[in-house]
């Protein structure tokens, strides 16, 4: 079956894409999971998740128009947000090839902050993930969540597992939630096991159904989140990239700056690097960690914000 998500990059921009991910596909090779599972390590080592937009700029405002993702992204360096870097990469996987859509996922409300840490309920849609089949088999790849996701392609398999961080495990269970009213509703829960002391009890990230989103759909999910006061990235400077092997086809750690604090996690071990004390030192983490270098007007933006360090 042919993707479903409209080809909106060229030739041209698809290998300007993979030449920012320093990736160069072999010719004979086509759409599989080998070369699927490479493509999302460079990519979340390429491309961090942050929410810069809505603290770092003019209009503090996220667009998920295609033409302006991949200036942001390839030509400028920048990430983004999930919407941002799951709608730029299942673009690109589409181009490539690769029989892909998207999918709307609701974060357990124990990681937004609103009903505390051993919560077991879910917000509303706000995340966004990429749906692929490779030969007749569903995976759910996500390249947009930040530190403690997924970090290759999980197939749709009840129970299936897979390998994150240290000690970090990931599953994936197909459930209905303590929310539905109906008996009959199920829906995919990545969980997470093994990233603390009390580390054998499973706990919820996120839940997805199988459901096709359209952009259309994005467009309002994007609204809200970028612009509700509850919602934790408008209140949270983020940005985050994963670190590779020497081999560069293996995701080994990350680093991860919240607000001041940028932390380095290479295999579970964890350490503070630094702890920014000024709007120069972040810049400053942010240009020599992640690439990322933001304009004057951008620069500008935080002022008066709350996310502004004084």
Known sequence: MASSIPESYTP???SAYLSHISFSPPLAQGPDLTYLTVLQARQVARVPFEDLSLHYSPTHTISLDPVVLFDKIVHR???GYCMENNMLFGQMLAALGYDVYFAGARISERLTGSRGAEAQDFGGWSHMVNIVT???MRYVVDVGFGAGGSIRPMPLVDGAESQGLGTQMLRLAY?????????????WVLET????ENGEEWKPIYAFTTVEFLPSDFSVMNLATSTLRT??????VVCARMLLSEAGDEV???LTLVNRDLKRNIRGKKELLVTCQSEEERLAVLEEHFGIV????????IAGLGTALR
Not at 193 to 196: I, Q, V
Not at 231 to 236: I, K
Request: proline share 2%; hydrophobic share 20%.
């Open 77 to 79: 360096g920048r990430g």
């Open 193 to 196: 096991r093994g990233e603390d």
């Open 294 to 301: 933001l304009r004057e007007d951008e620069r500008g933006g």
């Open 12 to 14: 041209a921009q698809l």
């Open 175 to 187: 459930r209905r939630l303590r929310q539905h009213r109906d008996p009959t509703q199920r829906a």
């Open 231 to 236: 919602s934790w990235f408008t209140y949270t």
């Open 134 to 136: 490779i030969q007749n």
């Open 252 to 254: 080994i750690g990350n």
